[in-house]
């Protein structure tokens, strides 16, 4: 064991501990995939990160995303917290302006916006309609009839989201979903918010397995129902989700629809800066 910076920080929210919270472990070369594991477990986070020298030459660093139970290929706010991380830590930004993260996915692109940081999100490797059976399963973990749900597809970008739609952010924010039938699912709701509202849609995402709960903020969800409310014409180019409200967080999540590309963005904010012995 040594000492290792070890960093906190706090996702998709501009005031500390309102957002997400994420664990980074930087310089975290020589931990085995079973001390990643075991240390993503003890801090007991959504997600848990580990900063790494990139294999890929066009890579600025690289980053293993653990939860308490398993390790993800992509995920959004492990995303933008590890590179504020590792900014802090001394990475510096090219002169493209851009940051590119090498992950179990791949690259991901990030850059600065304001006061805001925001990854290109990747492809979704499963895009289609949720079987019928499913989604009337879905309809009892949320505790809602089958009607209710207007649209449903599956989001899977990393996480194995499947998209479920409502019609009012107010039927979102009154979810309250039967822990003992979610099991495996991974579902995440949204709905739209009346117009002149402050944000346009609420977003909740529930997790089933090994730990049962609800998500304060998440990006790989937003991704994914950026690309299929865009697809469908139910979101603007432009828009900002809120999730958390029910948890008592305030995340904000800005999406920008450029071409063919989803950017999700946020603010991130520093809080606990220290040494780990791993």
């Known amino acids: 064991m040594k000492p290792r910076r070890y960093s906190e920080v706090d996702v998709f929210s501009a005031t500390a501990y309102r957002g997400n919270a994420l664990?980074?472990?930087?310089?975290?070369?020589?931990?085995?995939?079973?001390?990643?594991?075991?240390?993503?477990?003890?801090?007991?986070?959504?997600?848990?990160?580990?900063?790494?020298?990139?294999?890929?030459?066009?890579?600025?660093?690289?980053?293993?995303?653990f939860t308490a139970s398993e390790e993800l290929p992509f995920a959004g706010h492990p995303t933008l917290g590890s590179v504020k991380a590792w900014l802090a830590a001394g990475g510096t930004v090219g002169p493209d302006g851009v940051i590119v993260q090498e992950c179990v996915a791949g690259l991901i692109t990030i850059r600065i916006a304001g006061d805001r940081f925001a990854f290109q999100a990747p492809p979704l490797t499963r895009y289609e309609p949720i079987e019928e059976a499913r989604l009337q399963r879905v309809a009892s973990v949320l505790g809602i009839a089958r009607d209710d749900i207007l649209a449903s597809s599956w989001l899977v970008n990393g996480p194995r989201w499947m998209g479920i739609r409502l019609a009012s952010a107010q039927q979102v924010l009154a979810l309250r979903p039967d822990p003992s039938l979610l099991d495996d699912l991974e579902i995440g709701v949204v709905g739209p918010h009346p117009s002149g509202s402050d944000t346009q849609f609420e977003v909740r995402a529930f997790f089933g397995g090994d730990a049962?709960?609800?998500?304060?903020?998440?990006?790989?969800?937003?991704?994914?129902l950026a690309r299929w409310m865009s697809d469908t014409g139910v979101a603007p180019p432009h828009y900002v989700a809120s999730q958390g409200t029910v948890l008592g967080r305030e995340g904000r999540v800005h999406i920008d629809i450029e071409s063919d590309s989803i950017w999700v963005g946020g603010h991130v904010t520093a809080c606990i800066e220290g040494t780990v012995r791993l």
């Open 23 to 65: 664990a980074v472990v930087h310089d975290a070369e020589g931990l085995s995939t079973a001390d990643m594991q075991q240390f993503a477990n003890w801090t007991n986070l959504a997600e848990t990160t580990f900063l790494l020298a990139p294999t890929d030459p066009r890579a600025d660093y690289r980053v293993r995303i």
């Open 212 to 224: 049962v709960w609800e998500d304060p903020v998440t990006g790989s969800l937003n991704a994914g």
